[in-house]
């Protein structure tokens, strides 16, 4: 009887041990076949998913500049009279204005504390941006060759005006933020998703040519 109890249990451990087993891998497999969690820290998960188009598409919708003189007479004499630095927009893309200029009117200014180096770091921004329906304007040390694209294609396509400035010294970085009212952010919080509404920026009007930039302060 004792033998019989001690196979019994045996052969109940054996077939636990076999079901077990067949169910873990079962869930394994499900998992390497199925969409990953791609959850983003501070990025709503209902946000729409980003599109691709190729770069002639892109090109096709790019608008021509602003070349009216009685719209860029004012327009310099405001610049002419704000605070400056001696940095501008990093791609002709962002050309807005003739003379090479940016123009964002009340756009939401994003302070890197340091280098912007991947797309995922400016998705929460750029979301909030779109949401508002306001440009942004993003100015790091130094900015990854494809967050730059980023940030040119969605220009391109319409879908978020933007513009984007490397300034390499963290004072100058501070003193523009100061002037709009940003506090800069450090990268590890950017990669974390904690980036404060309050910590971003604005002015009235954003003005930058490939080698200056012009914070506007008053109204048009």
């Known amino acids: 009887m004792g033998i019989v109890a001690v196979l019994v249990v045996g052969i109940g451990l054996v077939v636990y041990g076999y079901l077990w087993d067949r169910t873990t891998n079962r869930l394994h497999r499900e998992q390497l076949t199925s969409t990953p969690d791609r959850t983003i820290p501070g990025h709503r998960t209902d946000a729409d998913a980003p599109g691709y188009v190729s770069a002639a598409q892109l090109a096709a919708k790019r608008s021509a500049p602003v070349t009216d003189p009685e719209l860029l007479a004012p327009l310099r004499a405001r610049a002419d009279a704000s605070p400056s630095l001696p940095y501008g927009h990093l791609a002709e893309t962002f050309t807005t204005h003739a003379g090479d200029l940016c123009v964002l ?14 797309v995922r770091e400016l998705l929460p921004v750029a979301d909030h941006a779109r949401t508002l329906g306001r440009p942004l304007a993003v100015v790091a040390s130094a ?14 396509a319409g879908t978020l005006p933007a513009t984007a400035v490397a300034i390499p010294e963290s004072d100058q970085r501070r003193q523009l933020a100061s002037i709009v009212g940003a506090v800069p952010v450090s990268p590890a919080d950017l990669k974390s998703g904690w980036v404060p509404v309050q910590h971003l920026g604005t002015c009235a009007t954003w003005i930058s040519s490939p080698s200056r930039l012009w914070i506007v302060a008053d109204q048009a």
Request: glycine residues 4%.
């Open 105 to 118: 009117d009340d756009p939401v200014i994003l302070v890197v504390d340091g280098e912007l180096a991947t």
């Open 143 to 156: 900015l990854a060759d494809d967050v730059l694209q980023t940030l040119e294609a969605n220009t391109l």
